[in-house]
């Protein structure tokens, strides 16, 4: 059993600033990706930010409309993503979900998990 469990959202006024947290539990091996996606009223999910991890390394993408305001880190060893979200607009309103692409122990194969979401309001 794999659980992906989100906090940080909340109400925030625009221009201010929030931290995601994701934690994944459970049955890992190995984690190879996490990321948040996001979907606002009326809208399509959509990518915000995702984070590899090579070991040392780690390479991150952005989706444009957060590029130079949100920041996404990860733990490896807490198997916890954060996303850093500053300079927030009301537009970033949506409920946020976080993912992981991973392998469980037994298993040969990775595959998507995710959490069940947190809101964030952007409004004054």
């Known amino acids: 059993q794999v659980q992906l469990v989100e906090s940080g959202g909340g109400l925030v006024q625009p221009g201010g600033s929030l931290r995601l947290s994701c934690v994944a539990s459970?049955?890992?091996?190995?984690?190879?990706?996490m990321g948040w996606y996001r979907q606002a009223p009326g809208k399509q999910l959509e990518l915000v930010a995702t984070?590899?991890?090579?070991?040392?390394?780690?390479?991150?993408n952005y989706a444009d409309s957060v590029k130079g305001r949100f920041t996404i880190s990860r733990d490896n060893a807490k198997n916890t993503v954060y996303l850093q979200m500053s300079s927030l607009k009301p537009e970033d309103t949506a409920v946020y979900s976080c993912?992981?692409?991973?392998?469980?122990?037994?298993?040969?194969?990775?595959?998507?998990?995710w959490g069940q979401g947190t809101q964030v309001t952007v409004s004054t």
């Open positions: 459970g049955s890992i091996f190995r984690v190879n990706a």
């Open positions: 993912n992981a692409v991973l392998v469980r122990y037994g298993s040969s194969y990775s595959g998507d998990y």
């Open positions: 984070i590899t991890s090579g070991g040392t390394t780690s390479t991150t």
